[in-house]
């Protein structure tokens, strides 16, 4: 057993991990854009429609679900609501556990891959300037290294063929439903949800094998 990590952790040869929500607390900057874009725009958006962007694409969402943007340019539209995101409002802040939880599966043996929905820019400011632990990380897989987004497989498929793995011997943590269908559809061994911010049942009926209340339920003392 590796010392520091749960043992449904050991043996696993990759960790595939998604960031905004399961490494990084950044969902209430990414939802405050969101509602302030809506309200500009005099678009009256619930929180089901809201909660559909959340671990997915911006521009696969505006241009797969039904609202008042349908026939507008997706990538224009996501562009207007990151020009919204304020961190000195909502500064993102580290999940409790995150960055340890990647040092210890790294002393471990354990090749980490980031598989996120966001864009490089984001992804390497998240895990560089706050989680602090850029280096430790073998792979990136964003927005702009696969054509399709989660729940599609792709993104988890990318990151176990870029760590050199078959998707069985990884494990996935996500923290939405859309994330965990991704890893599941790819075929990753393992696939936990953690719930920063979903309902464990939710995530459970999304198909999680177990759910997590953080990164820091998954280290031994």
Do not use: C
């Not at 507008?72 to 802040?93: F, G, K, M, N, W």
Request: proline share 7%.
């Amino acid at each position: 057993m590796s010392a520091g990590l749960d043992a449904a952790l050991t043996g696993r040869r990759a960790a595939l991990l998604d960031l905004d929500g399961t490494l990084v607390d950044s969902e209430p900057a990414n939802q405050a854009a969101y509602r302030s874009y809506f309200a500009a725009r005099g678009w009256d958006v619930g929180p089901d429609v809201l909660r559909a962007f959340a671990g997915r694409r911006g521009a696969e969402v505006f241009a797969q679900l039904a609202g008042p943007w349908s026939g507008e340019d997706a990538a224009a539209l996501v562009a207007d609501v990151v020009a919204r995101v304020d961190l000195q409002a909502h500064p993102p802040r580290p999940v409790p556990g995150a960055a340890e939880l990647i040092r210890r599966l790294h002393a471990a043996g354990v090749a980490v891959a980031l598989v996120t929905s966001a864009g490089l820019e984001w992804a390497e400011r998240a895990v560089g300037d706050i989680l602090g632990v850029r280096d430790l990380f073998a792979a990136f897989v964003t927005a702009e290294t696969t054509s399709a987004g989660k729940p599609d497989p792709a993104p988890y498929l990318a990151g176990a063929a870029a760590l050199g793995v078959d998707p069985v011997d990884a494990v996935a943590l996500e923290d939405t439903v859309p994330g965990l269908r991704s890893a599941l559809a790819a075929g990753v061994g393992l696939v936990i949800g953690v719930a920063t911010g979903a309902p464990p049942a939710l995530l459970l009926d999304g198909g999680a094998e177990r759910v997590v209340s953080g990164p820091a339920e998954l280290l031994r003392s």
